[in-house]
């Protein structure tokens, strides 16, 4: 098994510009997740689904967009990038409230 | 908001000394998890105590769970070099969402 898997690992953006951050898993889990990690900070959640076609909003979800039509995919776009969002992002993935499996990050810079 | 919270911030040992870090919370959980995370990489799940258990152990981990008094405890036992890392607890509501803690940043130092 892969676990879950992140695209892309590092991305520069210009503010206003959009862009998709991937993530997948393949251990049939239903619950997935997105956080955002600053620097010396713990996790926030932003946007987290507890099986497919099911979405909801995290701490953070302004300026942040998901879907979920599949169990093993779960994208996050940023609509309209701004400096404010220049952070680390974790996808993770669970079943029920058992261990959570995390992503290597992706490294994201707004300008 | 953050319902974990680590205490302490920060902590520096010597190698082979224990490292106890503390986690406390504040509503009813399901269970509780702590992570290790170093420094750039994702988060790895060490250990998972359900409410209804009082410790656990793995390895040089213990971990004690107080649900009277909302906390946990995290041992690491004869630290090595490696075990230099943030340490995070989360705990598991009734809504399948985890609430994280700021971390502990742990130092071993040689």
């Known amino acids: 098994n892969a676990g879950v898997t992140q695209t892309p690992k590092f991305q520069v953006l210009k503010t206003g510009q959009s862009m998709t951050l991937q993530c997948a898993q393949d251990?049939?889990?239903?619950?997935m997740s997105w956080y955002r990690q600053d620097p010396g900070m713990g996790l926030r959640l932003i946007h987290y689904?507890?099986?497919?076609?099911?979405?909801d909003q995290g701490e953070v979800p302004n300026g942040y967009n998901v879907s979920r039509s599949t169990t093993e995919d779960f994208p996050l776009r940023l609509l309209s990038a701004a400096p404010s969002q220049t952070s680390v992002y974790f996808c993770?993935?669970?079943?029920?409230?058992?261990?959570?499996?995390f992503g290597p990050g992706t490294r994201l810079l707004v300008l | 908001s953050q319902q974990g919270e680590e205490d302490p911030q920060a902590l520096s040992i010597q190698e082979g000394e224990n490292a106890t870090m503390n986690c406390s919370y504040k509503?009813?959980?399901?269970?509780l998890q702590w992570y290790r995370q170093n420094s750039g990489r994702g988060l790895v799940h060490l250990i998972l105590?359900?409410?209804n258990e009082r410790e656990k152990h793995s390895g040089r981990l213990r971990v004690t769970l107080d649900t009277s008094k909302k906390s946990s405890s995290l041992l690491i036992t004869a630290s090595r070099a490696a075990d230099t890392a943030s340490y995070f607890c989360?705990?598991?509501?009734?809504?399948?969402?985890?609430?994280w803690g700021a971390g502990t940043k742990l130092i071993i130092k040689p």
């Open positions: 993770a993935s669970r079943r029920g409230h058992e261990t959570q499996y």
């Open positions: 251990m049939n889990h239903e619950y």
């Open positions: 689904s507890v099986g497919a076609g099911i979405t």
């Open positions: 509503t009813s959980i399901n269970n």
């Open positions: 105590i359900r409410s």
């Open positions: 989360a705990t598991a509501d009734s809504n399948y969402q985890l609430i």
